[in-house]
């Protein structure tokens, strides 16, 4: 509990920077987004150079920074309030109506008179990035025959290159998902920002429920909006990655990423549990903990559990727990397979063992206590069965049971790779009565298919396929229209609310 | 509506008592709110349903009228007020509520100001992001429709986490004790641009501003105001398409050249019993098909987030 004091009070502040603190850097307005970790010996490469990362450590969040070369190489200095000022001033000049056009416009290749030669020289010489802008523009024999928008446009572009701008921000699930979207759309599924707040939005995610999450798109972005935004939980801690200051340097164009594999994620947010639950035969990678370097209270609470663990929970779940069973996917062929039998229990074609890692083998022999609903408890019970707490503990009985006998409060399931009507039959009775849930696809016939065998077989209500539809908007004056370019597609969105299916009710409240 | 420390909003173990707030399911369209009272009932176009047989079925259970008729009986969610709550004003719907929650970055904890109150439909989804530790401020200058938007968050059990304050937002801005202690502001407002600076002064340091504006008129100027103390302004437009399944029987019609293939749309139930009738017959083939909704919203409004300048 010391370290977890110790860890919060490191923390005080989350909208300042500080040593071994995980960033989101924005380069240059948007065109390139890094997560970093910073440290003393932390850099990152902007173009062809390569800047120390530590002055943004102790910084506020938010604030802007720019390459400026030195005596001892390039280095990222913080822009102050002083010199925004000026930026200000330069974007309003465009606030002017024009009258100016581009007929005198040739686009021969002439208009710079400024050679690369004599860039280098400047440079040579101590020039700072704003100089080489200014004498580009002032060497440019268009510049002044253009529109003041396109003028700005101009400086902007050359700005870029030659005075890039480092933007320190917090690591938010919004910006990740943003930030993978742009860059590496088929890690996260094809899985909009947009996308993404609906399905939390759908399944009804707050602090308390317990969310049933299916998450196998190779960058869990789901599993991260759970786990990561909560205050109490370290921010950029969280954030903490293996290798991460490796990863820094070589990440020039690249995200780092993680992945997990066929993995469900249980989670009573915030307070309770993660229940990493797994279908298939191989031990998935625990990557995602191994990622976020959580605190003892937090690893505690991420367990994990088959799913034929938590299927058959409340029949006799203490025979069955800690046996090494696996569950293999329904193929489309066991479709029509009766839908009432809660319990779907299929041996894998040939044996499967599954594989031991370091993090079941530190599986407590001793039983934790019942766990309560409050944090305290949890906490106490966990750290004390194993100290220091690991995660991916198994669950123990009594939690299954728990969850058993509660059911889910929701469920989202992004799994682009098992069957979407299969998967929502087997853990549809794992829900709660009422309970929302959320189906993400990229593919709208899996969701068509599903949602219309849940209406045959009276499973759920309110059952929606929607599909988000996002415009950004440039905003300016007289120049308003939407962006050029956008995102045609983020996704499909298969959601509903279970109902009580009266059988089941009753042998429920037996 | 939501679940609190030990307190579950729904389990196989919570059953309807009498006094909880359920919402009454006819059809995806047809949605209602009621209060379980015993005693009471509800009369609909299915018949008389009486509260007290509803009291100790779980959530979720199917009930029936004195006619046979049936709805269900649902526990509440904020996506699900949002369709049954009285409106005193336009409202925001699901896409928009969410994208702001997230582009807000609303977390457990946050402090969010919001203005106005309207008809609560985003201050409960706002409530439900930063539970149990954070609090809604919503301040609305309608004095009667705060009155009603308070009764409506006592309610739903959410008086704990959403405050409303009867005020002229626009005329005087936030209220100076939430100087720099807002994580998040949210602007509902004919002259947004009037409320900005002071929206400016309640953030935190790179704390995110919303203004929603039907109008682009509204955006254009909001963002001249913006641009004076915000960064990274970004305005956008969420909508929803919604799709309608069908199960459709494909006539392959025995001709080999492969005639155009017809799709009949029909009503589920009776395409589902005649798959097995037909079951060897391969002149017809039935598929699930998806269709875009004919008809959709077009237009909600435009959404504008900034974040407040880091300037010391």
Not at chain 1, 149 to 161: A, V
Not at chain 1, 277 to 297: C, E, H, S
Not at chain 1, 378 to 388: E, N, Q
Not at chain 2, 38 to 67: A, M, T
Request: proline fraction near 5%.
């Amino acid at each position: 509990m010391a370290e977890t004091n110790l860890q919060n009070d490191s923390i005080q502040n989350p909208r300042i920077t500080w040593e071994g603190c995980s960033v989101l850097l924005d380069i240059n307005d948007g065109d390139r987004l890094v997560f970093a970790r910073l440290s003393a010996a932390s850099s990152l490469k902007i173009g062809d150079k390569k800047c120390a990362l530590s002055p943004l450590i102790g910084c506020p969040f938010g604030s802007l920074f720019q390459v400026e070369t030195g005596s001892k190489g390039p280095y990222l200095s913080r822009i102050v309030a002083a010199s925004e000022d000026d930026i200000q001033e330069k974007s309003d000049l465009q606030l002017k109506d024009e009258t100016k056009d581009n007929r005198a416009l040739v686009d021969n290749n002439s208009a710079q008179t400024l050679s690369g030669e004599d860039i280098d020289a400047m440079r040579r010489q101590g020039a700072t990035g704003d100089e080489i802008v200014e004498a580009l523009i002032a060497n440019s024999s268009t510049f002044e025959k253009k529109t003041s928008f396109s003028q700005e446009k101009y400086r902007i572009k050359k700005q870029k290159k030659y005075a890039p701008r480092v933007l320190l921000r917090r690591p938010f699930s919004r910006s990740i998902c943003e930030a993978y979207f742009k860059k590496y759309p088929a890690r996260i599924g094809y899985l909009r920002v947009d996308t993404l707040s609906l399905l939390l939005s759908m399944a009804n995610v707050s602090a308390y429920s317990d969310v049933l999450v299916v998450d196998m798109v190779e960058t869990s972005i789901i599993g991260l909006s759970f786990i990561f935004p909560p205050k109490w939980l370290p921010a950029s801690h969280a954030f903490e990655a293996i290798g991460w200051n490796l990863e820094v340097n070589y990440m020039a164009s690249q995200f780092w990423f993680f992945t997990i594999e066929n993995s469900i994620f249980y989670l009573h947010l915030g307070y309770g549990y993660v229940c990493n639950t797994y279908f298939g035969a191989t031990q998935y990678p625990m990557d995602i903990v191994r990622i976020f370097n959580l605190n003892n209270k937090i690893c505690g609470s991420i367990l994990r559990s088959p799913v034929s663990d938590l299927c058959l929970a409340s029949s006799n779940s203490s025979e069955h727990h800690g046996q090494q069973e696996t569950f293999s996917l329904q193929s489309e062929s066991d479709m029509g397979e009766s839908i009432s039998s809660g319990v779907s229990l299929i041996e894998p074609e040939g044996q499967v063992v599954q594989m031991e890692t370091s993090f079941q083998s530190v599986e407590p022999s001793m039983p934790c206590q019942v766990p309560m609903s409050t944090d305290e408890t949890v906490t106490s019970s966990v750290s004390r069965a194993c100290k220091p707490a690991k995660p991916g503990e198994k669950a123990t009985p009594e939690i299954l049971n728990l969850w058993k006998s509660n059911g889910f409060s929701s469920l989202i399931i992004a799994a682009p790779e098992l069957d979407t009507w299969s998967t929502v039959k087997d853990l549809l009775p794992l829900l709660s009565y009422s309970a929302p849930f959320a189906v993400y696809h990229q593919y709208l016939q899996p969701l068509a298919t599903c949602m219309h065998n849940l209406q045959v077989s009276k499973m759920a209500i309110n059952l929606q396929i929607s599909e988000p539809w996002l415009r950004e908007y440039q905003v300016l004056p007289s120049r308003t229209h939407p962006f050029m370019q956008m995102s045609a597609f983020g996704g499909y969105i298969l959601s509903g609310i279970k109902i009580c299916n009266n059988n089941e009710a009753q042998n429920q409240s037996k | 509506m939501l679940p609190a420390d030990g307190k579950k909003a729904i389990s196989f173990q919570h059953l309807i008592a009498n006094g909880d707030l359920i919402i009454v399911y006819e059809r995806h369209d047809n949605l209602k709110a009621i209060k379980v009272c015993d005693g009471s009932e509800l009369q609909n176009r299915f018949g008389v349903f009486k509260h007290s047989d509803w009291i100790g079925k779980p959530f979720g259970s199917k009930v029936f009228s004195s006619k046979g008729g049936f709805v269900y009986l649902l526990a509440p969610t904020p996506e699900l007020w949002t369709l049954v709550l009285s409106h005193r004003t336009q409202i925001l719907y699901i896409a928009d509520i969410s994208f702001v929650v997230s582009f807000l970055e609303i977390v457990p904890g946050c402090v969010v100001l919001e203005s106005g109150t309207g008809s609560g439909s985003l201050s409960t989804s706002l409530a439900r992001a930063v539970a149990p530790t954070g609090h809604v401020y919503t301040f609305d200058f309608h004095e009667q429709r705060a009155a009603s938007a308070r009764d409506d968050f006592e309610k739903t059990g959410l008086s704990n986490l959403v405050t409303v304050g009867v005020r002229d937002i626009q005329g005087e801005g936030f209220p100076d004790e939430f100087s720099g202690a807002a994580d998040s502001v949210f602007l509902d407002l004919p002259q947004p641009w009037l409320a900005i600076p002071s929206a400016g002064k309640m953030l935190k340091q790179d704390g995110v501003l919303c203004s929603f504006s039907p109008c682009i008129e509204q955006v254009q100027r909001s963002c001249e105001t913006m641009r004076l103390n915000f960064t990274d302004i970004r305005t956008f437009e969420v909508l929803l398409r919604t799709y309608e399944v069908r199960e459709g029987k494909t006539d392959f019609g025995g001709s080999e050249n492969g005639s155009p293939i017809s799709s009949l749309p029909c009503k589920r139930r009776q395409c589902s019993s005649e798959i097995d009738n037909n079951r060897g017959d391969n002149k017809y083939s039935t598929a699930v098909m998806a269709r875009p909704s004919a008809e959709a919203k077009g237009h909600t409004g435009y959404l504008t987030f900034a974040r407040l300048k880091c300037i010391q």
